[in-house]
């Protein structure tokens, strides 16, 4: 099956540093990527879609400049939170589809997440 | 449009049967359902596109109501690796076509004991 990979699993980092998190599809090319957060029991929520080659299209209420999105190949896409805050503890997925855009009848291929710890 | 999922949890033993509710108050394109274990991403199960459409494999199968608002998951002589979070994700339809996005319910917990 697709696979995508999710790196690092986790991160501690300091309170006002910047951190990367990279999701790869390794077995099949995606110009669409998707980001989500999940807090402690709750659900997915979409943070903002990743488009290959242009601007990322953030939901409402994310910061932009907070969350750098990059998809610089059909691969890959990062999310860099910058200037993380002990807010912005949480665990962040990745997902991607197989072909162009989002496609309806499609799954989603989730990365394993990313477990963020701001001290 | 978040989607509601009931119940919020589920208890069961080895065997017995489970239905999780996925409802919206739109009009949807589509339904997607997945099982996110702990500390895990979550893993596809299946999609219904269809009003009426039914579909399943092994022990869980799905519906999808004729006006494509409200999708049921049904896991049946349930297995301990059935424990875990399900999720519906939902695209809503926007006048026959898709907005391009996936709004997860907010889980459904299941916990199957032997």
């Known amino acids: 099956g697709a696979v995508v990979s999710q790196h690092p699993s986790w991160v501690i980092c300091k309170s006002g540093t910047s951190v990367k998190i990279e999701c790869r599809s390794l077995?099949?090319?995606?110009?669409?990527m998707f980001w989500y957060r999940q807090f402690p029991k709750q659900s997915l929520m979409l943070m903002a879609t990743s488009n290959e080659g242009s601007k990322a299209t953030y939901e409402q209420g994310v910061e932009k400049d907070k969350f750098l999105i990059n998809h610089a190949s059909l691969t890959l896409s990062t999310l860099t939170v910058t200037s993380a805050h002990p807010e912005d503890s949480s665990f962040y997925i990745c997902?991607?589809?197989?072909?162009?855009?989002?496609?309806?009848?499609?799954?989603?291929?989730f990365g394993n997440g990313t477990r963020l710890t701001v001290t | 449009q978040q989607p509601v999922q009931s119940p919020q949890a589920v208890i069961l033993r080895e065997g017995e049967d489970a239905v999780i509710n996925c409802s919206s108050s739109k009009a949807l394109y589509s339904v997607h359902w997945y099982r996110q274990k702990h500390g895990e991403a979550p893993v596809f199960l299946m999609i219904?596109?269809?009003?009426?459409e039914q579909k399943g494999h092994d022990k869980i199968s799905a519906s999808f109501n004729e006006k494509k608002q409200q999708s049921s998951l049904y896991l049946t002589a349930s297995q301990l690796s059935y424990s875990g979070t399900y999720f519906c994700g939902t695209e809503l339809d926007a006048g026959g076509t898709s907005y391009g996005k996936l709004t997860f319910g907010q889980g459904t917990i299941l916990t199957v004991h032997p």
């Open positions: 997902s991607a589809q197989r072909g162009q855009g989002f496609t309806y009848n499609s799954p989603l291929h």
């Open positions: 077995d099949f090319q995606a110009t669409t």
């Open positions: 219904l596109l269809k009003g009426g």
